[in-house]
Structures are given as structure tokens and as C-alpha cells.
């Protein structure tokens, strides 16, 4: 099973930028599809992008316009790429595959934080 690993996180004023790293242990290109997800305390894991295997991606509507996903095949990575942030971004980003496989875990996460 490819391991994930998310890095990138940080903290941020409102309007600011940050690029998350996913970085996988094997071939994305062995996932049909990767995806980002955040959790905000209290509130449930949602969906924020994916990206399939053929490169097709997908947004929630929150994102759409600010946020862009990504990937390297050559370097097992998939991005998330965050623009004008907003403190409703405040969130513990996730990346797993899409939708998520049956025994698959999730990792550590990195946390974004945007401040007003």
C-alpha cells in the first residue's frame, strides 16, 4: 500500500498563500484518484480537490478559483496549491486516494491556520 505524507502547513494572514505537499512512498500513478481533504475542529473530514489519474481534477465549491491541485509524477507528489486564504480555511489538511479505499488510514496531516 503507497504511504502518504502531507507537509506544507503553516500560519497565514487572510489573503496570503501556502502549498501543501502530498508525498507518496510509490507510483500515484498507481491511485486512480488522489485527493485533498480538511478537517476543521468540530466539523467533519470534507473533500477540498482531487486529481485522477488521467489529470482531470475536481473542486469543492468553497475552493473553487482560490485553490489548485497538482502533481508530479516524476516526484510521486500531488500539490495543493492555496490562494487567497480565508480564516474558514482554518483547517487539518489531509491528502488520501479518492474516494478513500476500503482498509486504507489517514496520515498525520499538516495543519493551515489563516488569521484575520
Known amino acids: 500500500q503507497v504511504q502518504l505524507v502531507e507537509s506544507g502547513g503553516g500560519l497565514v494572514q487572510a489573503g496570503g498563500s501556502l502549498r501543501l505537499s502530498c508525498a507518496a512512498s510509490g507510483s500515484i500513478l498507481s491511485i486512480n484518484a488522489m485527493g485533498w481533504y480538511r478537517q476543521a475542529p468540530g466539523k467533519q473530514r470534507d473533500m477540498v480537490a482531487t486529481i485522477t489519474r488521467g489529470g482531470i481534477t475536481n473542486y469543492a465549491d468553497s475552493v473553487k478559483g482560490r485553490f489548485t491541485i497538482s502533481r508530479s509524477i516524476g516526484k510521486n507528489t500531488v500539490y495543493l496549491q492555496m490562494n487567497s486564504l480565508k480564516p474558514e480555511d482554518t483547517a487539518a489538511y489531509y491528502c488520501?486516494?479518492?474516494?478513500?479505499?476500503?482498509?486504507?488510514?489517514w496520515g498525520q496531516g499538516t495543519q493551515v491556520t489563516v488569521s484575520s
Open positions: 488520501n486516494t479518492f474516494p478513500i479505499e476500503l482498509g486504507r488510514s
